[in-house]
RNA sequence: GUGCCUUUAGCUCAAUGGCAGAGCGCCUGACUGUGGCUCAGGAGGUUGUGGGUUCGAGACCCAUAAGGCACCCCA
């Protein structure tokens, strides 16, 4: 008796039956169109890359998975020079740094893989997921139209899948930079107050102000006017809001930051965005400090729970570590595992079918098999996923299997439609029974839908 | 890496320290050319693992593993 490995999940490493994978190959499905559909070049990089790749920017070391043999002789090394990707930001710059000569800029890509992290896993975390990113990357500079597309872009993805109501946050890290410049902060304090006010939706006010004066060094009173600024931002409209902005002329970064943000507004409305699918929120700031200017976080009003389900920005320098020539861009990823698994089990997006077959071929009566296959080729032929079934069972099981599956309908002959010349075709979802000519079928399993 | 919680049938969960159960799912039949619905029946368990306390442990104690949650981190 062999030795029996008992098969268990493996935390942080999600995996699905089948009717969950359609669902969620259905979304990468949308995703991958309708980064087509503005225009972004698809990219694949390997799974792996140079460890000294991915520790260039000073990552987290602990949660980079290393590659190594299992096995290595005494004498040698198991180890190698590669580990797991993290996400797409750091392999994009090395491919651009790589062959920015042979790349056509403005670069526009769009890379849709799985990237490991080696975090503890928890609710919506994974050890490995589905990153979904867009770039559009220049030499020397990059137009800010590109920062008005990536909400429409992600706009147009999250409608076609069907996520609920969501909205896009946007802001400007510039103009909040330039608000604590005129509060007085230097370089470090305002680093220091970002990172303070980015944690304000998971921490809330009095923590956030806490940190603003503790962490950040700011006066008491400096830290309630920067609460109150950001705060301002929560109740009023967009015109209201960015015109009072541009009231208040408080430096030339904070005028240039709202200059840069009333220009993205106005061309993602151009662009057709809806008022309702976006808002600026002062309160967004993105934690990284490479983002530069325009910033976004995306979340579903129904499941705020969930947290951003996709944010970006712009950024002034994509490769400094890989090449000495400036690569600006502007970016957004899509955190596709958390955000399909989550919809799943909320029942927002809701599996109907375990295959993607939609007739099953039944095999009534075994001698009449050529015909069977006959129709079943035919019906593919017109682009209809098709199944015989293979096995020799009676009629009921056929159609119980179709049935749990999800095949929505049966093609079912025996003595009956053959001498006639006919087969007949049953509709699972009603029961319809409809008798017909072989080759009006694909046609009218057509029609049904 | 730290803390808290959990672990019983495929799944979700019951079971005063005293016969291991239910619902759902699965299988069979009612139904030899018709799935779902209904009805009848059936299979399925070393209660995560190892030790201890006890006449007796699924339950209590210790250890351990796995899972979940939070922290950390989130490029």
Known sequence: MPTI???????GFPELLPAEQIVFNRCLDTVRRTFELFGFAPLETPAVERKEVLTSKGGNEKEIYALSRLAARPDEDASTEYALHFDLTVPLARYVAQHKEKLVFPFRRYQIQKVWRGERPQAGRYRELYQCDIDVIGRGSVSLLADAEMPVVIYHVFTAMGVGPFVVRLSNRRLIQGFFESLGLSPEQITAALHAVDDL?????????ALLVDKAGLSPDSAARALAFIASSEHMGTEALLGHLASLNLNERFNQ????????????????????????????????????????????????????????????????????????????????SRLVLRL????????????????????????????????????????????????????????KYASRKG????????????????VKVKDLSSGFEHVLQPDQLPAWVKEQR
Do not use: W
Not at 201 to 209: Q, T, Y
Not at 349 to 372: F, G, I, M
């Open 5 to 11: 490995i008992t098969p268990k999940p493996m935390s």
């Open 201 to 209: 939706e998971k921490i809330g006010v009095d923590k956030v102000r």
């Open 257 to 336: 930051g709202v200059a840069e943000l009333c220009s993205v507004v106005q061309n993602m409305r151009s662009l057709g965005m809806p008022d309702n699918a976006f808002k600026v929120d002062l309160s967004i700031v993105r934690g990284l400090d490479y983002y530069t200017g325009t910033v976004y976080e995306t979340r579903l009003l129904e499941h705020p729970d969930l947290g951003s389900v996709c944010s970006g920005g712009r950024y002034d320098d994509l490769a400094s570590y890989f090449t000495t020539e400036k690569l600006p861009g502007v970016g957004i990823s899509i955190g596709l």
């Open 344 to 399: 799943l089990e909320a029942g927002v997006l809701k599996p109907n079918a375990a295959t993607p077959t939609q007739v099953l071929v039944t095999t009534l009566d075994p001698s009449r098999l050529r015909e069977y296959l006959g129709i079943a080729a035919s019906l593919r032929a017109h682009g209809l996923p098709t199944e015989v079934y293979l096995e020799q069972a009676r009629i009921g099981d056929q159609l």
């Open 407 to 422: 095949i929505r309908f049966a093609v079912i002959a025996g003595e009956t439609e053959f001498a006639q010349g006919q």
